[in-house]
């Protein structure tokens, strides 16, 4: 059924991080083209997810974002369907671990007042070149943000971990219009957890996206950030703190969509201006991501955490494999 919720519960989850020293604060901004500079502006998780960040910020640079992208699905599954599916009996997979090549555990001794403070990288692609990624995903015959996160894997696999794992990424998934609150831009986002290889190909982890939403997966962890609507806040930061010790994911891929929206009053393209964009990172998903269609130009924007990476010109390198990889294709 159709939810218009009152209470963001799953701020409560960004309250207790915050509580560890763990910044919330997610970037978007515009850039400069040439100069490669970006007028970063943030907004807290806690107050909202991505769409409703990048939102915020465009009708404050006079955007309208009238109506905010929604969710193919209509209504939410019923609470017993999702309790029914939360208990059922699954197959054994692989724990949420990750062997990184490099590891830095004290990098909270180095910066003890925002413990996931880490450099953005930035870069963008344009018209032909995004136009180029778009046929190279029709050439693999999967969707372009599957394309645009099997490349991230491959890139992210090759330069930071040891070869022959398996481990997990953080998929973000959009509830909007199954699921709605007064204001548009609060938490309308959940997400799903997808198990990949650094030898997983596009249609293979097209297919694992495609497993983990039929079983619908993303709206069983839409009820499990809810449960401190049942045990409080304390409750909230018991479990996150018995999680956190033992789930570590590869990081969070935010396919932020197309923008700005097509829609009535939007300002006419700014010569040599895109967007970027970026996630907030923590130790368990050290690797940040934001990606955009601004004017059909794709733009990327990469974070690695301090915990995996202490120099911006490894970043760097990731970030720029990332793009050859979606240049070049399966094949290239």
């Known amino acids: 059924?159709?939810?218009?919720?009152?209470?963001?519960?799953?701020?409560?989850?960004?309250?207790?991080?915050?509580?560890?020293?763990?910044?919330?604060?997610?970037?978007?901004?515009?850039?400069?083209?040439?100069?490669?500079?970006?007028?970063?502006?943030?907004?807290?998780?806690?107050?909202?997810d991505g769409l409703g960040g990048i939102a915020t910020i465009l009708r404050q640079n006079g955007y309208p974002c009238a109506e905010l992208p929604r969710s193919s699905e209509k209504?939410?599954?019923?609470?017993?369907?999702?309790?029914?599916?939360?208990?059922k009996k699954k197959e054994p997979r692989p724990p949420k671990q990750v062997r990184w090549l490099r590891?830095?555990?004290?990098?909270?001794?180095?910066?003890?007042?925002?413990?996931?403070?880490?450099?953005?990288?930035?870069?963008?692609?344009?018209?032909?070149?995004?136009?180029?990624?778009?046929?190279?995903?029709k050439k693999a015959r999967v969707a372009l943000n599957v394309y645009l996160f099997w490349a991230l894997n491959r890139a992210i696999s090759?330069?930071?971990?040891?070869s022959g794992q398996q481990y997990y990424w953080f998929f973000p998934?959009?509830?909007?219009?199954?699921?709605?609150?007064?204001?548009?831009t609060q938490n309308c986002s959940s997400g799903i957890c997808i198990l990949v290889s650094d030898a997983i190909t596009p249609r293979e982890l097209q297919e694992a996206v495609k497993t983990e939403i039929k079983a619908k997966a993303h709206w069983v962890m839409w009820v499990q950030g809810h449960i401190g609507k049942v045990i409080g806040k304390r409750g909230v930061r018991w479990i996150y703190q018995k999680m956190s010790r033992r789930n570590h994911y590869a990081g969070s891929f935010s396919f932020l969509g197309s923008w700005p929206l097509q829609e009535a009053g939007t300002p006419d393209p700014v010569d040599n201006q895109v967007w970027v964009s970026c996630g907030i990172g923590t130790e368990n998903y050290p690797v940040s991501t934001g990606i955009l269609l601004w004017h059909n130009?794709?733009?990327?924007?990469?974070?690695?955490?301090?915990?995996?990476?202490?120099?911006?010109?490894?970043?760097?390198?990731?970030?720029?494999?990332?793009?050859?990889?979606?240049?070049?294709?399966?094949?290239?």
Not at 314 to 325: M, P
């Open 173 to 184: 998934v959009n509830l909007r219009g199954a699921v709605n609150f007064e204001d548009d």
């Open 297 to 332: 130009q794709l733009t990327l924007g990469l974070k690695l955490h301090p915990y995996i990476c202490r120099d911006i010109a490894l970043t760097q390198q990731c970030l720029q494999a990332w793009k050859q990889i979606l240049l070049g294709g399966v094949h290239g």
């Open 158 to 162: 090759a330069h930071l971990m040891a």
């Open 103 to 137: 590891t830095y555990p004290d990098y909270r001794e180095l910066n003890p007042e925002n413990t996931n403070h880490a450099p953005i990288a930035t870069d963008f692609l344009t018209e032909d070149e995004t136009s180029i990624v778009k046929q190279q995903a």
């Open 75 to 87: 209504e939410a599954p019923g609470f017993w369907e999702v309790l029914g599916l939360m208990f």
């Open 1 to 48: 059924m159709k939810t218009r919720h009152t209470k963001d519960y799953v701020a409560m989850w960004f309250d207790v991080r915050r509580e560890q020293g763990i910044n919330d604060e997610m970037s978007v901004g515009p850039m400069d083209t040439q100069t490669r500079e970006v007028d970063w502006h943030t907004f807290a998780h806690r107050d909202m």
